[in-house]
Antibody, heavy 119, light 107 residues
Framework: QVQLQESGPGLVRPSETLSLTCTVS????????WSWIRQPPGKGLEWIGD???????NYNPSLKSRVTMSVDTSKNQFSLKLSSVTAADTAVYYC?????????????WGQGTLVTVSS | DIQMTQSPSSLSASVGDRVTITCRAS??????LNWYQQKPGKAPKLLIS???TLRSGVPSRFSGSGSGTDFTLTISSLQPEDFATYYC?????????FGPGTKVDIK
């Protein structure tokens, strides 16, 4: 059973950079695409982007100027950085595996981690 | 961006009821449509991919249909564990967008 676990600070100051890591178990990050999806409290889901271990990335244009995703195959982890955060970036952040068949669907998810942007 | 809408936004139903949720895309997405179930405080769970393919381990009371712009998720006989919020997601073109959700609660 593939498992994903997000980790990172739960509180980030405005204008700073949000950094999260997703650790993958029972699957290699050197296969599949890996995604980040977020959900503001009480609201819907927003796809942030995905990446392949080769370095190929695909970001949501609404966030593209602030997003960087990377993968560390030696640790079987992938990461998200979101710069210049504001209160609007407060959300539960999920990492997920993106299986590309008829486009991407997200078949395995982490439990999610709440990141609050506040001074 | 492709906009996804869902109706209704919420519904109340009883155990045993047949429930249908509709999802509409702002442009044709052929069958590039996925459905998720989310319970409070939990990550979404994939139910159906490619509009009608039931994922492994998902009960057969769930079914999906549709193509083009209009899609439905049907629960043939609602069970207590099905009370949740349901989201559709288009996988036709990036950015991959989700519908706003349909909350199913107990009547």
């Amino acid at each position: 059973q593939v498992q994903l676990q997000e980790s990172g600070p739960g509180l980030v100051r405005p204008s700073e950079t949000l950094s999260l890591t997703c650790t993958v178990s029972d699957a290699s990050v050197s296969r599949y695409y890996w995604s980040w999806i977020r959900q503001p409290p009480g609201k819907g889901l927003e796809w942030i982007g995905d990446m392949y271990y080769s370095g190929s990335t695909n970001y949501n244009p609404s966030l593209k100027s602030r997003v960087t995703m990377s993968v560390d195959t030696s640790k079987n982890q992938f990461s998200l950085k979101l710069s210049s955060v504001t209160a609007a970036d407060t959300a539960v952040y999920y990492c997920a595996r993106a299986a590309y068949s008829y486009g991407p669907f997200f078949d395995y998810w982490g439990q999610g981690t709440l990141v609050t942007v506040s001074s | 961006d492709i906009q996804m809408t869902q109706s209704p936004s919420s519904l109340s139903a009883s155990v045993g009821d047949r429930v249908t949720i509709t999802c509409r895309a702002s442009q044709t997405i052929t069958n590039y449509l996925n459905w998720y179930q989310q319970k409070p405080g939990k990550a979404p769970k994939l139910l159906i991919s490619a509009a009608s393919t039931l994922r492994s381990g998902v009960p057969s009371r769930f079914s999906g249909s549709g193509s083009g712009t209009d899609f439905t998720l049907t629960i043939s006989s609602l069970q207590p564990e099905d009370f949740a919020t349901y989201y559709c997601q288009q996988s036709f073109s990036a950015p991959f967008t989700f519908g706003p959700g349909t909350k199913v609660d107990i009547k």
